[in-house]
Nanobody, 123 residues
Framework: QVQVVESGGGLVQAGGSLRLSCAAS????????LGWFRQAPGKEHEFVAG????????LYADSVKGRFTISRDTTKNALYLQMNSLKPEDTAVYYC????????????????WGQGTQVTVSS
């Protein structure tokens, strides 16, 4: 079973950038996908971006398209989320996730969740 640990959150001003990293361990099969969710206070988990590990195809939430980029390094089993042009509404705890049920926005498809890293964007 895949396990994930994320890092890289912090405090940034609006318009700034942050890069999140996620270290994955365990077997990722051909239908495996890794991605990022976020949860703001009082809100449900929201899909941010995902990546089909073997193929490299990506999926983004409309709210982050053009600003966030998800990528991977297969040699390191590492996943990244480059976040540019950050807005105060991006403030949330960001979770790295992994699953073997294909690339989808549904949280039900991801069985492994990291502990979360806080991203705070000040206005």
């Amino acid at each position: 079973q895949v396990q994930v640990v994320e890092s890289g959150g912090g405090l940034v001003q609006a318009g700034g950038s942050l890069r999140l990293s996620c270290a994955a361990s365990g077997r990722i099969d051909s239908s495996g996908a890794l991605g990022w969710f976020r949860q703001a206070p009082g809100k449900e988990h929201e899909f941010v971006a995902g990546l089909w590990w073997i193929v490299g195809s990506t999926l983004y939430a409309d709210s982050v398209k053009g600003r966030f980029t998800i990528s991977r390094d297969t040699t390191k089993n590492a996943l990244y989320l480059q976040m540019n042009s950050l807005k105060p509404e991006d403030t949330a705890v960001y979770y790295c996730v992994a699953g073997n049920r294909g690339l989808t926005m549904g949280p039900w498809a991801y069985s492994a969740w990291g502990q979360g890293t806080q991203v705070t964007v000040s206005s």
